[in-house]
């Protein structure tokens, strides 16, 4: 086993638990109501759904702080929900996970709530809950003084997670990034939307294809030049030190002032990308803020994501997963 195989093994099964990650961004609950469809509706030409079975589960930051939490990562998060059932049921979870949710903050608009109806394996509709205005100055002053007294008081990484649902505004943004890079404390970002001005100085950020094309005057392709050009000019234009570019099919691309890396997507059924994001930021930031080299964090993000592309609804990858994935890549790559 070379040394670097040793290194990511040896910090999957023991290094996971030292690191504290502090996740701030768009809190979000994911409903799944499973069912089986036999007949039309007499009453409208839609399929009746039998419910069988449902599901809750944490989306947005909120998920990608139970990746975190299920990799045995001290794990905070901070955000917004409303006085409202699906809040408790979000409280719920984070407790059942062990997660340090004293940074949730109140506020009279609804949880952002995303409740999907499965027939089979197929998404039949999804209803949302939610209100997209930019948070208050109240609340966004609350949360970003929540976020400075965390980082004097010690964490290893922040991540924000932006999903567009008025948590992450330009002022909150670039706040916690100003406060993270004072420190010396690593921010990781998933971006959301064209206004990638309020990421300006991060250490990391972690877009898809679609996501990088959204600020581009011409879209690229799906190819390693293509986004190796693009990646260099996000980190010129707004002065983000590293990308990794998360290509579905394609892998991922890792590139940094130093150097270039394509990570080929490991094999794998592909049954749904919910949540698969969440997990790469998760898995790459836990290893940049245990001591691994970006080039060795993508790679533990990209096994780690094709994990979760094969299993049904918002998924986070366990501890065990993990390993499971890393020791089966090791050994396909030792008889090659």
Not at 47 to 56: F, L, M, N
Not at 134 to 161: C, H, M, W
Request: contains cysteine; glycine residues 8%.
């Amino acid at each position: 086993m070379t040394a670097k195989k040793d290194k990511l093994k040896k910090f999957v099964t023991a290094g996971m638990a030292r690191v504290h990650i502090l996740v701030v961004g768009d809190v979000m609950l994911d409903k799944y109501y499973y069912g089986e469809v036999t007949r039309i509706s007499p009453e409208a030409p839609v399929p009746i759904t039998r419910v069988v079975d449902t599901k809750d589960t944490m989306g947005g930051a909120a998920n990608v702080a139970h990746n975190l939490a299920l990799l045995g990562c001290q794990t905070s998060i901070a955000g917004f929900v409303g006085n409202d059932y699906h809040c408790q049921t979000l409280m719920e979870k984070f407790v059942s996970r062990g997660i340090d949710y004293k940074g949730i903050i109140y506020r009279e608009e609804p949880t952002t709530t995303k409740l999907r109806v499965i027939g089979g394996h197929q998404q039949m509709l999804r209803l949302d809950f939610e209100d997209t205005e930019p948070v208050k100055p109240l609340y966004a002053n609350r949360l970003i003084n929540f976020v400075e007294q965390t980082i004097e008081n010690g964490i290893d990484a922040v991540i924000i997670s932006d999903y567009g649902k008025g948590a992450c505004t330009e002022d909150v943004c670039s706040s916690i990034i100003e406060l993270c890079n004072g420190a010396k404390v690593p921010v990781f970002v998933d971006p959301k939307g064209r206004e990638w001005d309020k990421y300006m100085h991060a250490d990391f950020i972690t877009p898809n294809v679609k996501e990088i094309n959204a600020i581009l005057e011409k879209p690229i392709k799906n190819r390693d030049e293509a986004v190796q050009q693009a990646a260099t000019y996000i980190m010129s234009k707004f002065k983000i030190k590293n990308v990794l570019a998360t290509r579905s099919e394609c892998g991922m691309t890792m590139v940094s002032a130093k150097e270039t890396v394509h990570i080929p997507t490991k094999s794998q059924e592909v049954f749904d990308v919910s949540g698969a994001g969440d997990t790469v930021i998760a898995v790459f930031a836990l290893g940049i803020a245990g001591g691994l080299a970006p080039r060795e964090a993508a790679y533990l993000a990209n096994l780690a994501a094709s994990v979760v592309v094969g299993k049904l609804g918002t998924y986070a990858v366990s501890k065990e997963e993990l390993e499971h994935v890393l020791l089966q890549q090791m050994q396909e790559e030792t008889k090659k």
